[in-house]
């Protein structure tokens, strides 16, 4: 079974220039989130979705990033325009709703360099 | 924020030495889980431990959880340098399914 797949695995951009990652789940998974981790730490919660509509956006800074999961598969994160600040690693994760205890399944991540 | 704090932020031991790595937290929780992640790899599930349990065991790997101290511990017996990698608590509060990651311990395991 194919596990979460990302593209691209590694961007290098200019500032002020727009930017996609795009995040497959594992099939079957309704449930995917988006995270950002900054070199050190941990990862912190953008977005999470439940199929198609987003339940959790509180942590996503609306005025430059934006992100959409049209038939509730695959997903799509975007910034624009991108700031220096952005330069981190962004992961998507899947899981199975309805599984109480749910553990998350995460793909490699895109690490976004802006210079 | 990170709702969690990881001790010590660096370890480094001999293979076949044992690793614990700590984890505390602030606010009441569903359950905790332990992730791995190798450099520039994704994060692994390694074991979860609900907030009514106090131990759980999955191979070499023990985790202990200690609600009153809102703490938790992850320990590795006879590492291994395939163990190297950085380790994750995540935490799982009661409202809604958001889980909230500490900031990690690096381990590093010499052959």
């Known amino acids: 079974e194919a596990g979460v797949v990302q593209s691209p695995r590694y961007k290098i951009i200019e500032k002020k220039q727009p930017v996609a990652f795009w995040c497959n789940p594992i099939s079957g998974h309704n449930t995917l989130y988006w995270y950002l981790q900054n070199l050190g730490q941990g990862p912190e919660l953008l977005i999470r979705?439940?199929?198609?509509?987003?339940?959790?956006d509180s942590q996503l800074p609306k005025d430059r990033f934006s992100a959409e999961r049209l038939k509730g598969v695959d997903s799509t994160l975007k910034i624009q325009p991108a700031e220096l600040g952005d330069s981190a690693v962004y992961l998507c994760?899947?899981?199975?709703?309805?599984?109480?205890?749910?553990?998350?399944?995460f793909g490699p991540g895109t690490r976004l360099t802006v210079l | 924020s990170q709702q969690g704090e990881e001790d010590p932020q660096a370890l480094s031991i001999q293979e076949g030495e044992n690793a614990t790595m700590n984890c505390s937290y602030k606010t009441s929780i569903n359950n905790l889980q332990w992730y791995r992640q190798n450099s520039g790899r994704g994060l692994v599930h390694l074991i979860l431990i609900r907030s009514n349990e106090r131990e759980k065991h999955s191979g070499r790997l023990r985790v202990t959880l200690d609600t009153s101290k809102k703490s938790s511990s992850l320990l590795i017996t006879a590492s291994r340098a395939a163990d190297t990698a950085s380790y994750f608590c995540a935490t799982r509060t009661n409202q809604g399914g958001k889980l909230i990651f500490g900031q990690g311990t690096e381990l590093s395991v010499k052959p």
């Open positions: 994760a899947s899981s199975l709703a309805g599984k109480r205890y749910n553990e998350q399944f």
């Open positions: 979705y439940e199929n198609e509509e987003a339940v959790d």
